[in-house]
C-alpha cells in the first residue's frame, strides 16, 4: 500500500532520503596530493642553469674585456696584439683593444702618443683600425707605419705597404680620406681640419723603435717638442730665434742625460736639465 503524503514537496523529500544512501556508495574519497613547487629535481636543474648563465656571462664579460697597457716618460713597450701584429710604444703612449678578436670581423685599437705598426695580413683580409681621440683613424690590411697623436696634432708615416687616413668631422660632407703610400708623410690638426702631406724618409720618424733619433734639416723646435712629448720635460729656450735652428744627426735615446748631451753637440748649445726641466741656452 503506497504511502500518501499531504504534498509534492513532502514527496520530493521522501524520495532524497532514499537515495542518500546510494550516493554515499559511489563517494570515492580521493587521497590527499602533495604538491611540492620546489622539489629535489627541480633545485637540481635550477643550479644546473644558474651555473651555465653565470658562466656564459663571466665568458661574454672576459671575451670583450678591455686592455690597456702604458708606457711612462722615456719608456717603451712591445706588444703583440690577438691577430700576432706587433706595436712598439714610445714613452708617454697609451694603446687599448679587446682581449679577444673574432676571425671574421675588423681589427681596432686605440692609441694616443706615439707607436710603430707591424699589421699582420690576414686571409680574409681584415680590416685594421688604429683610432685616435682627435676623430682620425687609420686603415690597414697589412703594412708598418708610424703614427704620432700628441694634444693638437696627429702624424702617420707610412713605411710599408698601403693605407687610409680617415679625418671623421661632425659633418660628413667635409670627411676627408687620405690613400697613403711608402714614404708619405701627413700631418693633421684636427682644430683646423687641415693637413699636410709630403714626401720623407720613414725611418727618420720611426728610428726611436731602435733607441736613436735621427734628424735631417730638423728645427729646434720640433726636436725640443718631442723632448717634452716622449720625456716630459718642460722646455725654457734663452733666445725665441735659436728655435729656429734646423741640423742633421742622430743621437742615442736609451739614457736621457746621454741624449742632452749628444742634442747639446749636435746643436752647438748648451742644454742642461734640472729635474724635469731643460734649460737651452747659447755657448
Do not use: C
Not at 532520503?17 to 587521497?31: N, V
Not at 687620405?178 to 708623410?185: A, N, R, W
Not at 709630403?198 to 734639416?217: A, G, H, N
Not at 739614457?255 to 748648451?270: A, M, T, V
Request: glycine letters at 4%.
Amino acid at each position: 500500500m503506497k504511502k500518501k503524503y499531504k504534498n509534492d514537496l513532502e514527496r520530493i523529500d521522501a524520495a532524497w532520503k532514499k537515495l542518500e544512501p546510494l550516493l554515499e556508495e559511489d563517494i570515492q574519497i580521493q587521497p590527499e596530493r602533495k604538491f611540492t613547487l620546489f622539489s629535489p629535481k627541480l633545485l637540481a636543474a635550477a643550479a644546473v642553469l644558474l651555473l651555465v648563465a653565470a658562466a656564459g656571462i663571466l665568458f661574454l664579460k672576459d671575451y670583450h674585456r678591455m686592455i690597456s697597457y702604458t708606457t711612462k716618460y722615456g719608456e717603451t713597450a712591445r706588444i703583440v696584439l690577438p691577430d700576432s701584429s706587433v706595436v712598439l710604444l714610445n714613452g708617454n703612449t697609451r694603446l687599448s683593444f679587446r682581449k679577444h678578436w673574432s676571425s671574421s670581423g675588423d681589427r681596432e685599437v686605440n692609441m694616443d702618443g706615439e707607436a710603430y705598426f707591424s699589421v699582420k695580413h690576414t686571409k680574409t683580409d681584415q680590416k685594421f683600425f688604429v683610432r685616435m681621440n682627435d676623430h682620425s683613424s687609420v686603415q690597414v690590411l697589412g703594412t708598418e707605419f708610424n703614427v704620432s697623436k700628441r694634444k693638437e696634432e696627429t702624424r702617420v708615416v707610412l713605411n710599408s705597404g698601403k693605407i687610409a687616413l680617415r679625418m671623421e668631422t661632425a659633418d660628413p660632407a667635409r670627411e676627408k680620406v687620405i690613400t697613403m703610400k711608402p714614404g708619405d708623410l701627413v700631418e693633421y690638426q684636427p682644430a683646423q681640419h687641415t693637413y699636410i702631406k709630403k714626401v720623407v724618409d720613414p725611418e727618420m720618424y720611426s728610428s726611436w723603435k731602435s733607441s736613436r733619433l735621427v734628424f735631417e734639416k730638423t728645427r729646434l723646435k720640433e726636436v725640443l717638442q718631442q723632448l717634452h712629448n716622449t720625456y716630459g720635460l718642460n722646455i725654457q729656450v734663452e733666445k725665441p730665434e735659436l728655435m729656429n735652428m734646423s741640423v742633421s744627426g742622430s743621437a742615442p735615446t736609451q739614457n736621457i742625460d746621454l741624449l742632452i748631451k749628444g742634442l747639446s753637440e749636435i746643436f752647438h748649445l748648451e742644454l742642461i736639465r734640472k729635474g724635469d726641466t731643460l734649460i737651452v741656452t747659447s755657448n
